[in-house]
């Protein structure tokens, strides 16, 4: 089954931005709805991005919307997390996620509806 890689993490300050990357290693990306989860020390895997497969319709968090832009390049079989405005509390591991199961599009912030997890980028915010 294909394979995420995610990648573009690091140390950025407040207020500035970051680019994450999410790279499958099957050039079938397009059949996938895709999310972006975060996991900060201390608390559960939340979902704050999500693309989906049928025509690219997008979601986001409130905690994130308006700062985070997720889009997708099938030819490249990438998917891109753009992230602006960035605070302190956006630090976590970052994690995009890939399942063909359409329930995600209903249900986008649902761990279980991935069956397909990249290993995580650090994204540390400081003040």
């Known amino acids: 089954q294909v394979q995420l890689v995610e990648s573009g993490g690091g140390l950025v300050q407040t207020g500035g931005s970051l680019g994450l990357s999410c790279v499958a290693s099957e050039s079938t990306l397009h059949y996938y709805n895709i999310a972006w989860f975060r996991q900060a020390p201390g608390k559960e895997r939340e979902g704050v991005s999500f693309?989906?497969?049928?025509?690219?319709?997008?979601k986001y968090a409130d905690s994130v919307k308006g700062r985070f832009t997720i889009s997708r390049d099938n030819a490249k079989t990438t998917v891109y997390l753009q992230m602006n405005s960035l605070k302190p509390e956006d630090t976590a591991v970052y994690y995009c996620a890939a399942t063909v199961d359409d329930l995600a599009i209903i249900a986008p912030w649902r761990r279980d509806n991935y069956h397909i997890w990249g290993q995580g980028t650090q994204v540390t915010v400081s003040t």
């Open positions: 693309i989906s497969s049928t025509d690219d319709s997008t």
